[in-house]
């Protein structure tokens, strides 16, 4: 079964660091886009940030461009999000998507369930 | 940057009634670049629809979608009491990805 599992999320003070990993299985993840998706408590969804299949091509939301940083390790199967400079308002609960495609616009198929993040 | 307006916020509606969500994008979305997901409550969102109307793996086809342009539209043929959720569109036309608010089917 593909599946997606996130892990790195907690407690962390303002201006605080944290690295979130999605680890893929069952899927050839080198072939995919990924994306981070956060959504904050009791609101909607919010794009954060797109890596193409290679790792070559990133891209940011105005939100956290700057202070975050999206990565993959093909050889490890697995996604990243660093988090830097965090900030109250990024307090979410943040999801890695594969995309249906390597296009880096596009739909996601598959979900992880989750990490939460809360910055206090 | 592609704005989707998601309407209803709340729609309350029985098991076994229709519904119509609608989403709105401003711009226009073209190619029919757009998805549906649909989120339970401490669950992570699942794909519903994508490319506007085709229904992705294992969606039953009580769930269809149309549109294009600025108006796309989720139906739920028959609510099934498993159906009740929030709803979000997507639009993968241009970047950045952006989602609709969401709308909530709430029991009536």
């Known amino acids: 079964e593909v599946q997606l599992v996130e892990s790195g999320g907690g407690l962390v003070q303002p201006g605080g660091s944290l690295r979130l990993s999605c680890a893929a299985s069952?899927?050839?993840?080198?072939?995919?886009?990924m994306t981070w998706v956060r959504q904050a408590p009791g609101k909607g969804l919010e794009w954060v940030s797109t890596?193409?299949?290679?790792?070559?091509?990133?891209y940011y939301a105005d939100s956290v461009k700057g202070r975050f940083t999206i990565s993959r390790d093909n050889s490890k199967n697995t996604l990243y999000l660093q988090m830097n400079s965090l900030r109250a308002e990024d307090t979410a609960f943040y999801y890695c998507?594969?995309?249906?495609?390597?296009?880096?616009?596009?739909?996601?198929?598959?979900w992880g369930k989750g990490t939460t993040v809360t910055v206090s | 940057e592609i704005v989707l307006t998601q309407s209803p916020g709340t729609l309350s509606l029985s098991p076994g009634e229709r519904a119509t969500l609608s989403c709105r994008a401003s711009?226009?979305?073209?190619?029919?670049?757009l998805a549906w997901y649909q989120q339970k409550p401490g669950q992570a969102p699942r794909l519903l629809i994508y490319h506007a109307s085709t229904r992705a793996s294992g969606i039953p086809d009580r769930f269809s979608g149309s549109g294009s342009g600025t108006d796309f539209t989720l139906t739920i043929g028959r609510l099934e009491p498993e159906d009740f959720a929030v709803y979000y569109c997507?639009?993968?036309?241009?970047?950045?990805?952006?989602f609709g608010g969401g709308t909530k089917v709430e029991i009536k």
């Open positions: 998507a594969k995309h249906s495609s390597s296009w880096t616009l596009y739909y996601m198929d598959v």
């Open positions: 711009p226009g979305v073209s190619g029919g670049f």
């Open positions: 069952a899927f050839t993840f080198s072939h995919y886009a």
């Open positions: 890596i193409s299949e290679s790792g070559g091509g990133t």
């Open positions: 997507q639009q993968y036309d241009n970047s950045p990805l952006t």
